[in-house]
């Protein structure tokens, strides 16, 4: 895995409930490639709507729905949910019990004072789920991303779908981890 996962500005990230990467060139050349793919998906369908003269607003439709789910998807591929627990060491034995019970093969390859990393093995066609998790005082903040592993980099076309995943481990991880706010 590229070390560029593992240097998370951890103040800044809570601040803004996203993950929060140190700056490097191939970070901003990311996401520079993530917002032209969105765009130029918009911008080609319309063109290719117009060129062909495609009556069919099924088209239009089609090109709006995939260019919204591009844009979500660099909207939702670091946000951090929230997750209040009652303390720092319980919430950390408690997470990593239920990652342990809830996916197949996950591994801790990275853990500090603040910052959790746990990986899924690769499936065969080489994507993985990465699972990134901040420890702040009585909260968790968690990101799920789907991992390219040939390429080490996330793969934004599903981040739509990892944040709700995320939602989802955050309503069960809430309710373990204070069963008090039930």
Not at 4 to 17: P, Y
Not at 47 to 53: G, H, M, P, R, T
Not at 123 to 147: A, D, H, M, Q, W
Not at 171 to 178: G, R
Request: aromatic fraction near 14%.
């Amino acid at each position: 895995m590229d070390s560029s996962h593992l240097t998370i500005d951890v103040d800044r990230s809570i601040d803004r409930q996203r993950l929060i990467y140190k700056s490097s060139f191939s970070l901003y050349f990311e996401y520079f490639s993530r917002c032209l793919l969105a765009s130029c998906m918009f911008f080609l369908g319309n063109i290719l709507i117009q060129a062909y003269e495609i009556p069919d607003p099924l088209a239009t439709i089609i090109i709006i729905f995939l260019s919204i789910w591009l844009l979500g998807s660099l909207y939702f591929i670091n946000k951090l949910n929230k997750i209040i627990g009652l303390n720092d060491e319980g919430n950390k034995l408690k997470v990593a019990a239920f990652l342990h019970d809830k996916f197949d093969n996950i591994t801790c390859i990275y853990s500090s004072h603040h910052i959790y990393i746990y990986i899924n093995e690769p499936k065969p066609i080489g994507i993985t789920k990465i699972i990134t998790l901040l420890f702040y005082n009585n909260e968790v903040y968690l990101n799920i991303s789907t991992l390219n592993k040939k390429t080490d980099s996330k793969m934004f076309l599903s981040a739509t779908y990892d944040y709700f995943k995320a939602k989802n481990i955050q309503k069960i991880l809430a309710q373990q981890l204070n069963p008090m706010s039930r």
